[in-house]
């Protein structure tokens, strides 16, 4: 379906910001709600933002909320996501995921609704 490249992802020291894109090929793009997810070594998986198919509704995760901010432009078949203030613990992997027709609100944020991965991007914060 929808193919999906990241890029963005860098180090960075603690309090520093990262704008990661997630550049979507095929026409099919506007058809799902698009996804940020993270994942860090031993850990799972995990949602971290969401932008839904039309409307304008996003929806974040907790240890997200108030630090980063998801868009997309469809015009551009490109999903972002603009990190603030990071972490340590922001430390993961990043993948952008298109979200399984038919999910809404806070269910988006689960990895296993995703129908597709992309290769994902490695978001590094040193204290």
């Known amino acids: 379906q929808v193919q999906l490249v990241e890029s963005g992802g860098g180090s960075v020291q603690a309090g520093g910001s990262l704008r990661l894109s997630c550049v979507a090929s095929g026409h099919e793009y506007t058809q799902y709600c698009m996804a940020w997810f993270r994942q860090s070594p031993g850990k799972e998986r995990e949602g971290v933002a969401t932008?839904?198919?039309?409307?304008?509704?996003?929806t974040y995760a907790e240890p997200v909320e108030g630090r980063f901010t998801i868009t997309r432009d469809n015009a551009k078949n490109t999903l972002s996501l603009q990190m603030n203030n990071l972490k340590p613990e922001d430390t993961a992997m990043h993948y952008c995921?298109?979200?399984?027709?038919?999910?809404?609100?806070?269910?988006?944020?689960?990895?296993?609704?995703?129908?597709?991965w992309g290769q994902g991007t490695q978001v590094t914060v040193s204290s």
């Open positions: 995921g298109a979200i399984r027709p038919g999910i809404a609100g806070r269910e988006t944020l689960a990895p296993g609704n995703v129908i597709n």
């Open positions: 932008f839904s198919r039309y409307g304008g509704i996003t």
